[in-house]
Every structure is written in C-alpha cells, then in structure tokens.
C-alpha cells in the first residue's frame, strides 16, 4: 500500500513538471493593437498635463503648459498687467476774466489763484498778462519762468473753486498794510481727476490796490485717491 501511495506521488510530481514546463516554452498572445494604441495615448496624455487626443476628459485635469494651474483654458492666457488709472473725462469751459476788488485783498488772491491755474493748453501763456495788474513787478516778472508742477502735463486745466484760509503766521499777522493767508484751489483737469492745490499768499498795500508779492505752492493731491 505504501509503495502504491509512493508510485502515485511520483506520477503527479512529474505530470506538475511537464505542465510547467509547456507553458513556459509557449509564447503569450499578442495584445490588441487598438487596445495598445489607446494605452499609450493615455500614458502620454497623463505625463505631459494635457490631453493628447483633444478630448477635455481625457489626460490630466489640469493643464500647466501656460505657467497657470487651472482646467482646460480655452485659449493662452496672459499675465494680467495694470494700465494707468482712468478717470471720468471732464469737461473744461473756458472763464470769464475775473474783475476783483482791488481793495480787498482777499479778492485780488482768488482772481489771481483763479486765472493762474486755468489752462486751456500746455502752451498757454494768456495768464501771464491778465495777472499781471495784481502782482508787484518782481513777482510778474519771476513767476512766467516758475513751473506750476500740480498741473504740468495735465491742461486743460479749469479752477471750481477758491478757498481762502488763515493767516500764514510765519509771514506775522495781517496788518493794515500787509496781508497773509493761505488758500486751497480745486482745478478740474480733462483726463487726470481733479486736484486740490495748497498756496500761500502775501500782499502789500499800494497807491495801486493790494498786490501780490508772494505766492509759492506747498502742496497738492488729486481728490478721490
């Protein structure tokens, strides 16, 4: 009984052998070529980020070859690039000449701040003469020379608004014969917005009315920003 049990071990030991050795000698089948081609369309979809056949579903699901991470974009992106700031066109009407008090010197500054800062081009010099009456000769002689740097490159220019402020103490307090203040001038330019110009004004008082013997500008910011 036992040599049967032994025969039969051996007989399975060997048909396990041969069985092996059949499948290893006989070649595999070769693969679909469709099912191939489809296979490595897909794996070279997947490693570039963008789909190969130019199905939107196939491949990756984001697409980085423009330098941004996001789904599929329809076409090249750009980088965004800020232009300069637009502001509302304003319309510039040309002024009437103002005709001031002589005598009040409060009035002769805001003719003056009014004609000085209203342009109607770059190249506009009719200021010059109309303010003249109300500057002493030195200053009317200095100031055509003298940019107004709150308004270069902005004309045309128009003047909304004259606001007379304080006394400039540096300059000492107002006096029958000298008169010191500060002012705030709204001008409406064309393209750029609107600006409010700080000045400082000083007058004495003349056989001809107040004039203007000092007007610098200390500063100014468009409105709104």
């Not at 049990?5 to 092996?20: C, E």
């Not at 700080?198 to 008082?205: A, D, G």
């Amino acid at each position: 009984m036992t040599a049967k049990r032994t025969a039969w071990a051996a007989f399975l030991v060997a048909a396990a052998l041969i069985v092996a050795v059949h499948f290893l000698r006989t070649p595999l089948p070769a693969p679909d070529a469709a099912a191939e081609q489809q296979q490595s369309e897909t794996a070279q979809g997947s490693q570039s980020g963008v789909a190969g056949s130019g199905d939107p579903t196939a491949g990756s699901e984001v697409d980085r070859s423009n330098g941004f991470a996001q789904p599929f974009p329809d076409h090249a992106q750009a980088p965004e690039t800020a232009g300069p700031r637009q502001y509302e066109r304003q319309t510039i009407a040309p002024s009437s000449v103002p005709e001031p008090d002589e005598n009040d010197p409060a009035a002769v500054a805001e003719a003056f701040l009014t004609v000085y800062n209203t342009r109607s081009a770059e190249t506009d010099t009719s200021w010059q003469e109309t303010v003249r009456p109300w500057l002493t000769p030195d200053l009317a002689q200095q100031l055509p020379s003298v940019s107004n740097g709150a308004l270069e490159g902005k004309a045309p220019t128009a003047v909304s608004a004259v606001d007379i402020k304080g006394n400039v103490e540096d300059w000492g307090p107002d006096t029958p014969l000298r008169w010191a203040h500060h002012a705030d001038v709204t001008v409406d330019t064309q393209d750029n917005g609107t600006y409010v110009l700080s000045f400082r004004v000083r007058s004495q008082l003349t056989d001809q009315g107040w004039l203007i013997n000092a007007v610098p500008l200390d500063s100014w910011h468009r409105i709104g920003t």
